[in-house]
């Protein structure tokens, strides 16, 4: 039996419903229940019903399941897969801004540690930011980690946003140069940017979209050729999604890649779903506490 029958059957027979970012591997996209952005998933992991997921992803989008559902057995294949990003904010350096900015209201990327989210008024994800923020009625905001979604964030908004000075090195990377060559490379295709690039590439985008938003504006458009600015994976899944259309990668080399997104192989889904491990635990104050701030997103989204 070849790998991904073998996973479907376990799957199956265990009952554990497998959820995976659209950053993942392709194979691993097809063997998952579902497959989406961070919004998207941290919804599917509060609705399911299967007493156990696996999350093919990241860290911090496993441990949102964990918090949204502490009942549940939350599997993460590899254990190791963090992100760089969430693991730039310094816990210490957070409360020194809280008390420098006391009026401020802190809204913290769902890409953060769970102590982070616990320290944090509401969570938000590149899919809702700028709702989350004009939402709220303090005209302050600690905003963190990413000064790139800061950026984009206060473009949309009149209030004073305060950003933490963290970003991500997959998005962080992209230049003019990439965005040039392939405007000449493909002339006919929309640009796609996620608003984890810097300000000034996301000024050159034709939209500025998360991994969800990129999907659902590929689906509307009449357009038949899409220039795609995030991780590659999304390459796999917009193609898997739009058979009869072009998507091209903003850059081949070297490919924009998350290191921890690749981590997980399709061998870790099937050992993990067979010992049922490695499982994320997590201290049930800071559930509570990251958990109102995931809620309170959630309400709004
Ligand atoms: P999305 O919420 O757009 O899927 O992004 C998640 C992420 O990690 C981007 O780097
Ligand atoms: Fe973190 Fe960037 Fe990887 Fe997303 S792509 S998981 S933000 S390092």
Do not use: W
């Given at each position: 039996?070849?790998?991904?029958?073998?996973?479907?059957?376990?799957?199956?027979?265990?009952?554990?419903?497998?959820?995976?970012?659209?950053?993942?591997?392709?194979?691993?996209?097809?063997?998952?229940?579902?497959?989406?952005?961070?919004?998207?998933?941290?919804?599917?992991?509060?609705?399911?019903?299967?007493?156990?997921?696996?999350?093919?992803?990241?860290?911090?989008?496993?441990?949102?399941?964990?918090?949204?559902?502490?009942?549940?057995?939350?599997?993460?294949?590899?254990?190791?897969?963090?992100?760089?990003?969430?693991?730039?904010?310094d816990i210490e350096a957070l409360k020194r801004m809280k008390s420098k900015n006391p009026k401020a209201a802190v809204v913290?990327?769902?890409?953060?540690?769970?102590?982070?989210?616990?320290?944090?008024?509401?969570?938000?994800?590149?899919a809702n930011a700028v709702k989350i923020v004009n939402s709220l009625t303090e005209d302050e905001i600690i905003f963190l980690p990413d000064k790139n979604l800061a950026a984009f964030v206060q473009r949309q908004t009149s209030k004073k946003i305060i950003p933490y000075n963290g970003w991500c090195y997959v998005h962080d990377q992209i230049n003019e140069n990439d965005i040039s060559r392939a405007?000449?490379?493909?002339?006919?295709?929309?640009?796609?940017?996620?608003?984890?690039?810097?300000?000034?590439?996301?000024?050159?985008?034709?939209?500025?979209?998360?991994?969800?938003?990129?999907?659902?504006?590929?689906g509307e458009l009449g357009d038949e050729e899409f220039i795609v600015g995030t991780e590659e994976g999304m390459i796999y899944r917009l193609k898997r999604l739009y058979p009869e259309k072009k998507f091209y990668a903003l850059r081949d080399k070297p490919a924009l890649?998350?290191?921890?997104?690749?981590?997980?192989?399709?061998?870790d889904i099937k050992i993990a779903l067979k010992e049922e491990s490695p499982e994320i635990t997590l201290d049930s104050s800071v559930i509570e506490s990251a958990g109102r701030a995931i809620e309170r997103m959630l309400k709004l989204s």
């Open positions: 039996m070849g790998i991904q029958s073998e996973i479907i059957r376990l799957k199956k027979k265990k009952n554990i419903t497998i959820l995976s970012h659209n950053y993942q591997k392709g194979e691993i996209q097809d063997i998952a229940d579902f497959v989406g952005d961070s919004l998207e998933l941290a919804k599917m992991a509060r609705g399911i019903e299967s007493s156990k997921i696996l999350f093919a992803g990241v860290r911090f989008m496993a441990e949102t399941a964990k918090i949204l559902s502490p009942e549940k057995r939350v599997i993460l294949p590899v254990i190791e897969a963090g992100c760089e990003m969430a693991d730039m904010v913290a990327y769902v890409n953060t540690t769970a102590e982070v989210k616990a320290l944090s008024d509401i969570c938000c994800t590149s405007r000449e490379k493909y002339p006919n295709a929309i640009l796609f940017i996620h608003p984890e690039a810097r300000e000034r590439i996301q000024l050159m985008a034709d939209y500025v979209l998360s991994t969800g938003g990129m999907v659902k504006k590929a890649r998350c290191v921890n997104m690749k981590k997980t192989r399709i061998e």
